[in-house]
């Protein structure tokens, strides 16, 4: 099973810029898909932005789409989380999850889960 380790996370302010990176170890990310949720306090997890298996498009969840782009760096075994225009209501805990496939973009559906990056967007 790959682990994955999630970093990148930071204190930014409302229109400013992060990238997340989800660094796999154990196996060849290319072999997976790949999603990432975030969780804010009080909220449950819920997901940003998901690879499907199934055409190799991406979802993006409605309120980052346009601002949040998934890209991957096979050599480094590396997938990353852009984030731009950031604003307060993006706060949160985010995390990188993989699974072999990959249809919709829920938890039930990965079953390797790094541990976690605070991203926290405030002036």
């Known amino acids: 099973q790959v682990q994955l380790v999630e970093s990148g996370g930071g204190l930014a302010q409302p229109g400013g810029s992060l990238r997340l990176s989800c660094a796999a170890f154990?196996?060849?990310?290319?072999?997976?898909?790949i999603g990432w949720f975030r969780q804010a306090p009080g909220k449950e997890r819920e997901g940003v932005s998901c690879?499907?298996?199934?055409?190799?498009?991406?979802y993006y969840q409605h309120s980052v789409e346009g601002r949040f782009t998934i890209s991957r760096d096979n050599a480094k075994n590396t997938v990353y989380l852009h984030m731009n225009n950031l604003k307060p209501e993006d706060t949160a805990v985010y995390y990188c999850?993989?699974?072999?496939?990959?249809?919709?973009?829920?938890?039930?559906?990965?079953?390797?889960w790094g541990q976690g990056t605070q991203v926290t967007v405030s002036s």
């Open positions: 999850a993989a699974d072999p496939y990959v249809n919709e973009c829920y938890e039930a559906d990965f079953g390797s």
């Open positions: 690879e499907r298996s199934s055409d190799g498009s991406t």
């Open positions: 154990g196996a060849g990310l290319d072999d997976y898909a």
